[in-house]
Structure formats: structure tokens, C-alpha cells
């Protein structure tokens, strides 16, 4: 091999580090947006789980409510059949 042809290897060689360091430079950077892209989905999902989470306790709050709330007005419903109802002589 004569000189010409290693400083052109040599410069190939040179081109194609450098382009393996950009390469690596852009995949890392691709790697920390996807990284932070990914931290802040887990966060919204996080929230959303929790936005459900106290939906649900609310809604078996609010069952609870209903079923009692239905209890008086049965009792109420009676209370007012006593009432009203005509005594028998």
C-alpha cells in the first residue's frame, strides 16, 4: 500500500468515526426525548389514575347516599300513609 492510498484510507476511516459519533450523538439525544416524552405520559397517566380512582370512591359515596336517601324516603312514604290514614272505629 503506497502513502496516497492510506491517507485515504486514513481519511475514510476519520469520515467514518466522525459520522459514528454523530450517529451516537443523535441517538442519545433521541434517547433523552424519548425518555422525557415517556416521564411525562407516566405522569399524565398517573394523574388520570388518580382522577379515577376518586371518581370511583365518589361513586360508591354517592351509591351509599342514594340507597340512604331511598331508606327515608321509604320511611318518610310510611310516616306519611300513618298520618293520613283513616282510623278504624
Excluded: I
Aim: net charge negative; aromatic share 8%; proline share 1%.
Amino acid at each position: 500500500m503506497n502513502n496516497e492510498q492510506e491517507g485515504k484510507t486514513e481519511a475514510a476511516f476519520k469520515n467514518f468515526g466522525k459520522k459514528v459519533d454523530q450517529f451516537v450523538e443523535e441517538l442519545d439525544e433521541a434517547s433523552q426525548r424519548l425518555n422525557k416524552e415517556f416521564q411525562e405520559k407516566y405522569e399524565e397517566l398517573k394523574t388520570s389514575a388518580e382522577q379515577l380512582r376518586e371518581e370511583a370512591k365518589n361513586k360508591d359515596r354517592w351509591k351509599e347516599v342514594e340507597a340512604n336517601l331511598q331508606k327515608a324516603g321509604e320511611e318518610l312514604k310510611k310516616a306519611f300513609e300513618a298520618a293520613f290514614r283513616k282510623k278504624q272505629p
